[in-house]
Structure formats: C-alpha cells, structure tokens
C-alpha cells in the first residue's frame, strides 16, 4: 500500500524559505510516475487547501496565493515530489501534505510550517 511521508518543515522567519520533501513507498514506478501529485496545507481552524499540482508531463500549477514564490518538482527515479517555498509569509503557516492522484484516500502525516512576523 502506498505511503507518503512528508518532511521539511520548520520555524523560519517570514521572507525565509524552505524545502520539502515528500517520499512515497510501496508503489509502482509506472504508477508514480502516471499521475499527478499534489500538495496540500491546512492551517489552524481552516479547510485543507491544494498549494501546488504537478502532473505526469511534469506541467505544474500554483494557487494564485503562493505564484512567484513556490515550485512543486518531483524525481521520479526517487518516487519523490519537492516543494520549494521562498519568500514565506506568516499566511503559510499550517500542515503541509501531499497526495498521490491514483491514491486520493491516502495522506501522510504532514509536515509543519511555521512562519513568523
């Protein structure tokens, strides 16, 4: 069965950035590799939120509240999906996922992001 563990998260400094990591296990390379994945945030008291999608040719898309700041890239070869977040702001706090197209039902355990002013 699929599993996906996040990583990367910290307490950064608002104007900060941060990296993070998404490993799947348990799934098949072809897949992976065929469906988008996506990451996720939640922050306290609000809806679960889609950030960033990067589909199977790679194309990707941004929510219009982090364009210009975050990248979504994913390593195949690795079963590895990135979020590279720049520029952070204190509205990015919350809990990073990332979800697996052919795995809707599946979610890790997140990872925090704690953005201060």
């Known amino acids: 069965q699929l599993r996906l563990v996040e990583s990367g998260g910290g307490l950064v400094e608002a104007g900060g950035s941060l990296r993070l990591s998404c490993k799947t296990s348990g799934i098949i390379l072809s897949v992976f590799t065929g469906h988008a994945m996506d990451w996720y945030r939640q922050a306290p008291g609000k809806q679960r939120e889609l950030v960033a999608t990067?589909?199977?040719?790679?194309?990707?898309n941004n929510a219009d509240s982090v364009k210009g700041r975050f990248t979504i890239s994913r390593d195949n070869v690795k079963r590895t999906v990135y979020l590279q977040m720049n520029a952070l702001k204190p509205g990015d706090t919350g809990l990073y996922y990332c979800?697996?197209?052919?795995?809707?039902?599946?979610w890790g355990q997140g990872t925090q992001v704690t953005v201060c002013s």
């Open positions: 979800n697996h197209r052919n795995y809707r039902e599946l």
């Open positions: 990067i589909e199977s040719n790679r194309d990707t």
